[in-house]
T-cell receptor, first 113, second 112 residues
C-alpha cells in the first residue's frame, strides 16, 4: 500500500525566506501527485497537480518537482509572506489503487512578519 | 465555493443516531469523493463515485453509506455503526477519476 510522508510536521520561517516542503512516497507507480493548502477549519485548496510524466509544475511563486525514482516531490514557495501560513498536504494517486488518493499528514507552516 | 457545497458546516449528534451530510456540485463533474480528517492525520477516503448509481468503498467505509442518484449530489450517511464518528468530513469533485481534486469547505460532526 502506498505510504505518503511529509517531514517536518511543522516549520516556521521569517517573511521573505523561500519555503521548501517535502513529500515522500513508497510506491513509484504513481499516476499523479497533487499539492494542497489548508487553512484552519477550512477545506483544501488545490495548488498544483503534477502528472507522472512531468518533472515539475509552476504557478506564480509556487514550483513543485517530482522525482518518481527516488519517491519524492518538493514544493517550493518563493519569497514567503505571512499569508502563506497554512498546512500544506501532498496526495498521491497510484495506478493500482485507482480513485484512492493517499494523503500525507501535512506540514504546518508559519511565516513570521 | 469552488463549485462544490457541503452542508451543514457544523452538526451534533447523539450516540445511536444516523446523520446525513450533504454534498452538491454544479460543474457537471463525473467523480465525487468523501474523506474524513482527524487531528494530526492525513485525509482518509471513505467512498468515491465515478458515475451516477455507482460508488466504491475507500479505506474506511465501515459505518458509512452513500448514494449517487443524481450527478450533482453525493450524500454521506454516518450510521450508528460508526464507532468513532466525531471528525471533519470533506467532499471533493473531479472531472474524472484521476483528475485534479477540488474540495468543499467541510462539515464538522460532533457526537455527544
Amino acid at each position: 500500500k502506498q505510504e505518503v510522508t511529509q517531514i517536518p510536521a511543522a516549520l516556521s520561517v521569517p517573511e521573505g525566506e523561500n519555503l521548501v516542503l517535502n513529500c515522500s512516497f513508497t510506491d513509484s507507480a504513481i499516476y499523479n501527485l497533487q499539492w494542497f493548502r489548508q487553512d484552519p477549519g477550512k477545506g483544501l485548496t488545490s495548488l498544483l497537480l503534477i502528472q507522472s510524466s512531468q518533472r515539475e509544475q509552476t504557478s506564480g511563486r509556487l514550483n513543485a518537482s517530482l522525482d518518481k525514482s527516488s519517491g519524492r516531490s518538493t514544493l517550493y514557495i518563493a519569497a514567503s509572506q505571512p499569508g502563506d501560513s497554512a498546512t500544506y498536504l501532498c496526495a498521491v494517486l497510484t495506478t493500482d489503487s485507482w480513485g484512492k488518493l493517499q494523503f500525507g499528514a501535512g506540514t504546518q507552516v508559519v511565516v513570521t512578519p | 465555493d469552488g463549485g462544490i457545497t457541503q452542508s451543514p458546516k457544523y452538526l451534533f449528534r447523539k450516540e445511536g443516531q444516523n446523520v446525513t451530510l450533504s454534498c452538491e456540485q454544479n460543474l457537471n463533474h463525473d467523480a465525487m469523493y468523501w474523506y474524513r480528517q482527524d487531528p494530526g492525520q492525513g485525509l482518509r477516503l471513505i467512498y468515491y463515485s465515478q458515475i451516477v448509481n455507482d460508488f466504491q468503498k475507500g479505506d474506511i467505509a465501515e459505518g458509512y453509506s452513500v448514494s449517487r442518484e443524481k450527478k450533482e449530489s453525493f450524500p454521506l450517511t454516518v450510521t450508528s455503526a460508526q464507532k468513532n464518528p466525531t471528525a471533519f468530513y470533506l467532499c471533493a469533485r473531479s472531472m474524472l477519476v484521476g483528475g485534479e481534486l477540488f474540495f468543499g469547505e467541510g462539515s464538522r460532526l460532533t457526537v455527544l
